[in-house]
C-alpha cells in the first residue's frame, strides 16, 4: 500500500474550509496538522475534522517529521515568504492564489524550488474547474480558438469581510488577487503569452486603501483579446464569470458550471473526476508528489501572470 501523504494546513478561514471538505474526498492523503491564528476556532476545526495536532505557529507544524507537505491559506502578504519557509523545511507546498503581492517575492518563490526541487505549486484554480477544463481540451483539439474572452468578477465588500460573513484580518485586492485568476487563464488558455496589458481603476476606499473598481485589457500573442472588470462595489450577481467568445462557439463559464451562447447547460461532469476545482486542485498537487513531476499551475508555470500584473501595478501608479 502506497504510504499516506500527511498534510499540515494553514489557514482555518474560508479556504481553509474548502481544501479540508476536498481533502477529505481524497485518498491516501492525511491532514495531521492545522494552523491559524485563533487557538480555540483552530481547535473547533481540528475537531470537526479529525485532525490531531493544532496550532498558531507555522514553524510548529513544519518541525513536525510526519508533514510531508503545507496548504497555505493564509493571508496574501504572507504567502511568499510562508512558501519558501515551508521549503526550506524540506516540505512540499501548495499556496492559494496569489503567488505573492509583488513580482519581487514571487521570483524568489520560483528560486527557492528551483534550488530544492520540491513540489511547490499555486492555486490558480481557474486551470482544475471542469468548466474551464472542458473549453481548454477543445482548444487542444483544435476544435475552438479564442478571440475574445470577457470577464466580470463582481463581489460586495465595503467592509473587510471574508466569504463565510467573518472579519479579514487582512485586505483582499481586486488586482494582485481576482485579476490574477483571469491573467494566468487567459494566458493558459491561449497557449500564447500576454504581450500588450492596460489598465485603470476607480477611487481608493477611504478606510480600506485600494481600489474598489478596476477594468482591465489584455491581448496575447496568437491576437486574442481579454477584457477583465472588477468590483467590489457591486450588490449582485457576485463571482466571476467567463464569457469564451471563438471562431466555432461561445462558451460562458460560471464556476465548475458550463454554458454555451444561448444559455443551455453543456454537462461537464465526465470532465474530470469530480466537479469541485478546488478538490481537482488539490488532486493536481498529491499525483504531482507522488509522481516527482511539476504540477499544473507550478510556480514556474504561473510566473508570468505576476510579471503582467507588477506591469499593471506600475501603469497604475503613474
Known amino acids: 500500500m502506497t504510504k499516506p501523504i500527511k498534510v499540515a494546513l494553514a489557514g482555518a478561514g474560508a479556504f481553509g474550509i474548502k481544501h479540508l471538505d476536498g481533502i477529505k474526498l481524497i485518498d491516501g492523503v492525511e491532514v495531521v496538522s492545522i494552523v491559524s491564528r485563533d487557538i480555540e476556532n483552530t481547535k473547533k476545526v481540528a475537531e470537526k475534522y479529525g ?3 493544532a496550532t ?4 510548529e507544524s513544519l518541525a513536525m517529521k510526519e508533514v510531508d507537505a503545507v496548504i497555505l491559506c493564509t493571508p ?3 504567502h511568499a515568504d ?3 519557509q515551508c521549503m526550506k523545511a524540506g516540505k512540499h ?3 492559494e492564489i496569489p503567488l505573492a503581492d509583488s513580482l519581487k517575492a514571487a521570483q524568489d518563490v520560483v ?6 526541487g520540491l513540489v511547490a505549486m499555486c492555486g490558480h484554480t481557474r486551470r482544475f474547474n471542469p468548466s474551464h477544463q472542458f473549453v481548454h481540451k477543445k482548444i487542444a483539439a483544435g476544435e475552438f480558438n479564442i478571440q475574445q474572452m470577457d470577464v466580470q468578477t463582481y463581489f460586495f465588500r465595503r467592509t473587510n469581510m471574508n466569504a463565510l460573513g467573518q472579519p479579514r484580518s487582512w485586505t483582499d485586492h481586486l488586482l494582485w488577487h481576482h485579476a490574477a485568476h483571469t491573467v494566468d487563464l487567459f ?10 496589458a492596460n489598465a485603470v481603476q476607480g477611487p481608493i476606499h477611504p478606510t480600506l486603501g485600494i481600489a474598489m473598481d478596476m477594468s482591465i485589457q489584455l491581448k496575447a500573442a496568437n491576437g486574442a483579446i481579454c477584457t477583465l472588470s472588477l468590483s467590489f462595489n457591486n450588490e449582485g450577481p457576485l463571482g466571476t464569470f467567463f464569457r469564451y467568445i471563438g471562431d466555432t462557439a461561445t462558451y460562458i463559464a460560471r464556476y465548475d458550471d458550463l454554458f454555451n451562447g444561448k444559455e443551455e447547460k453543456i454537462d461537464v461532469s465526465k470532465v474530470d473526476v469530480s466537479m469541485n476545482g478546488i478538490e481537482l486542485q488539490d488532486r493536481e498537487f498529491f499525483a504531482a508528489i507522488r509522481e516527482g513531476r511539476e504540477p499544473n499551475s507550478s510556480v514556474a508555470k504561473v510566473l508570468p501572470c505576476y510579471q503582467v500584473l507588477h506591469d499593471l501595478e506600475q501603469q497604475l501608479a503613474d
Open 56 to 59: 498558531t505557529d507555522l514553524a
Open 51 to 53: 485532525i490531531a495536532h
Open 187 to 196: 494566458a493558459y488558455q491561449c497557449g500564447s503569452p500576454i504581450v500588450k
Open 82 to 84: 510562508q512558501a519558501m
Open 76 to 78: 496574501t502578504q504572507m
Open 93 to 95: 507546498v501548495q499556496v
Open 111 to 116: 528560486a527557492m524550488q528551483k534550488q530544492t
